[in-house]
């Protein structure tokens, strides 16, 4: 008999908030739940979005039974085309949530050679050991699931993003009696969203985003524009409803908001939109601004998209008005906080009226509270829990939930990114590490780019760069004057004079180079700087011999 294991890998989305990712491993069996992205934090400039780390999964590609999607959000589907790009695999998810990939492959010319399998929330596949059992759960997008994982170790609860929601947009809740039936099962472990662990009492229904939506439009007497995530399906409804009630007409902005809304309503029951109330922009931006509703991307302060661009007053096709409401409808991601407010700051100062989550219950959380988090545990009764999808510090939040709850101190497991979880014979233990780092993606690049490179880009964004170029003669004399030029470091004028003195202390570095002129020049520039300005910019340096 083999001596194996049940080994489960959290690649992301554990220690951090998206491009989350588990891996579970048997023999010679792989399933792969989610693969999203990650917003960059306000320091990692320049950097589109981050994804997990592929590096165990490259030699092990052939392992690999299928990838299965709990949702349709960008932090659990975002990064499949870079997997698939690794791992040839069937992708297996709801209606909707495969709506959704084909959209992101599609763009990418990816589609035709993708194998998307379309189950649903009640139905159960099998994948090598492995039997998976996907419920219903409710969030802030339609078709959510969670998963039953049956493996030779026991039974794995999965619960994917999840809250307690009895009026939900779509009156479909959650599957209690999956989740009883489990526990009668016997659920060995249970993986459980922890991202609002430190909040307390119960999620609200999505049903007090209606109610907020009826209050603006009630108030509102011009244009209404509404900003949220494009894949916030059931926000879309909630819009298209207030618009309906009030009389007016709803045009969508924002290439992957037009795109996932015609996907939405080919697939039917996903989106009810009455004949007439959708129209194009360019028809309601002829129409009476109180009979108007735009829906548009931009929510996290995106510079490019549909609400940065009007913010800023750089959108082409129309600006913000003078008493226009705004609504931002969804959560500030955390490390976006910035780039929001400036957003809202901007839209003020050009005369709109905003509206956003601290001041009216326009958006409300996908993601189920302290209460929601203890109801799961006692519905599921888990020998071990494993608290996932958040920072540090939810996590640790939830294992104390948990405690609270019965579960004892040694089986709750916190682990981050990159750790392993051993599971033999009814135990878990935490041993072993594989590769989880940080991939940046910046343009057409692809983990590219590392942390000494972000650095570099923090460091030029602070103080400057100083440029310095030398001539030299066959005998290694300086040819002419030093050229020294800069770039963010001073007001032109400032910068001419300290460049000007600097050229007598770098032709003095050459005299005492001792053979290396290069990290002699950089010293005597970033010391003579720093004394005259108490600044540090880069200093690059190249030389010539003529």
């Known amino acids: 008999m083999k001596n194996t294991n049940l080994k489960i890998i959290p690649l992301g989305g554990l220690g951090e908030i998206g491009r989350n990712m588990m891996l579970y491993e048997y023999e010679d069996s792989i399933i792969i739940v989610d693969c999203g992205t990650m917003f960059p934090d306000n320091d990692m400039l320049g950097i589109d979005y981050i994804i997990p780390d592929f590096h165990y999964l490259r030699s092990r590609k052939d392992k690999v039974r299928g990838i299965i999607f709990t949702h349709g959000h960008l932090d659990h589907i975002g990064a499949i085309h870079h997997l698939l790009q690794e791992v040839q695999a069937p992708v297996y998810g709801t209606p909707l949530t495969l709506g959704l990939v084909k959209v992101n492959l599609s763009r990418r010319h990816m589609l035709d050679a993708a194998s998307l399998k379309t189950i649903k929330a009640g139905e159960s596949i099998k994948l090598g050991p492995f039997k ?43 599957d209690y009696s999956k989740l009883v039936e489990f526990s009668r099962k016997g659920v060995l472990a249970l993986i459980a969203d922890s991202t609002n662990a430190t909040r307390s009492g119960w999620t609200p229904s999505e049903m007090v985003v209606s109610e907020a939506f009826d209050d603006v439009f009630e108030k509102a007497e011009n244009r209404i524009i509404i900003a949220s995530f494009a894949s916030l399906i059931s926000r879309v409804q909630q819009a298209v409803n207030a618009a309906v009630a009030h009389n007016r007409k709803i045009a969508f902005v924002g290439t992957s908001m037009v795109e996932n809304i015609k996907m939405a309503q080919k697939l039917g029951g996903y989106l009810d939109i009455p004949k007439g109330t959708q129209v194009s922009i360019n028809t309601a931006l002829e129409l009476p601004d109180h009979e108007v509703v735009i829906m548009c991307t931009g929510s996290q302060g995106e510079t490019t998209s549909i609400l940065g661009r009007l913010a800023r007053g750089t959108q082409r096709q129309f600006d913000i008005k003078k008493g226009d409401t705004v609504v931002l ?14 957003t809202i700051n901007a839209l003020f100062r050009r005369g709109a009226n905003v509206i956003y ?4 219950p326009v958006h409300v959380s996908g993601h189920g509270s302290q209460e929601d988090l203890k109801l799961l545990i006692n519905l599921t009764k888990p020998k071990y829990f494993i608290p996932a999808y958040g920072e540090m510090r939810h996590l640790k939040q939830a294992a104390i939930l948990a405690q609270q709850t019965g579960i004892p101190e040694k089986r709750i497991l916190v682990v981050e990114n990159g750790k392993i979880l051993n599971v033999k014979g009814g135990k878990i233990k935490i041993g072993g590490n594989v590769s989880a780092d940080t991939i940046f993606v910046d343009g057409s690049g692809v983990g590219d780019l590392g942390l000494d490179e972000i650095r570099d880009r923090t460091l030029l964004s602070k103080d400057g760069i100083i440029l310095v170029h030398i001539n030299l003669n066959n005998n290694d004399v300086l040819h002419g004057k030093p050229k020294i030029a800069s770039r963010g470091f001073a007001a032109s004028q400032e910068a001419d004079e300290i460049l000007h003195h600097l050229e007598q202390p770098v032709r003095d570095s050459l005299k005492n180079s001792n053979g290396n002129m290069e990290k002699n020049i950089i010293r005597t520039v970033k010391n003579y700087i720093y004394k005259k300005t108490r600044r540090k910019p880069t200093v690059l340096v190249t030389i010539t011999k003529i």
């Open 329 to 342: 409808s969804s959560k500030t991601i955390p490390g976006n906080e910035e780039a929001v407010f400036s």
């Open 357 to 360: 989550e601290e001041i009216a």
């Open 132 to 174: 998976i059992d996907f419920f219903h759960v409710c969030h802030s997008i339609p078709d959510s699931v969670g998963l039953g994982i049956e493996t030779p170790e026991g039974l794995i609860v999965q619960s994917g993003d999840y809250k307690f929601d009895h009026t939900p947009v779509d009156n479909w809740p959650t």
